[in-house]
């Protein structure tokens, strides 16, 4: 399995981006996606999940701003980021683990939001 992340860029405080993250190599079954996001010096914490069957879930401060969703045609997990603040900017990445319980990592994004 891989995943291939994009969507990252330079942003201005308030506004959006679309975080894409593309799995190839398999069918798109996994029993939980997730998007995490790191900074220098601080540990990887997870932003936003979502698990098979549909329930999603999200770190406090950015419930109300991000949204996860999937398109298992496009076998593709996407984080919707809107009112963006200077403290979301960060390396973001997407995680996948199957039902067997094998997790892959994309490689990073770039999340630079300029205040």
């Known amino acids: 399995v891989q995943l291939q992340a994009s969507g990252g860029g330079l942003v201005q405080a308030g506004g959006s981006l679309t975080l894409s993250c593309a799995a190839s190599?398999?069918?798109?079954?996994?029993?939980?996606l997730g998007w995490y996001r790191q900074t220098p010096g601080k540990e990887r914490e997870l932003v936003a999940s979502?698990?098979?069957?549909?329930?999603?879930d999200y770190r406090d401060s950015v419930k109300g701003r991000f949204t996860v969703s999937t398109d298992i045609a496009k076998r593709t997990v996407y984080l919707q980021m809107n009112s963006l603040k200077p403290e979301d900017t960060a390396v973001y990445y997407c995680y996948a683990e199957t039902h067997s319980r094998r997790g892959y990592w994309g490689q990073g994004t770039l999340v630079t939001v300029s205040s």
């Open positions: 190599g398999s069918d798109f079954l996994f029993n939980f």
């Open positions: 979502i698990f098979s069957g549909g329930p999603t």
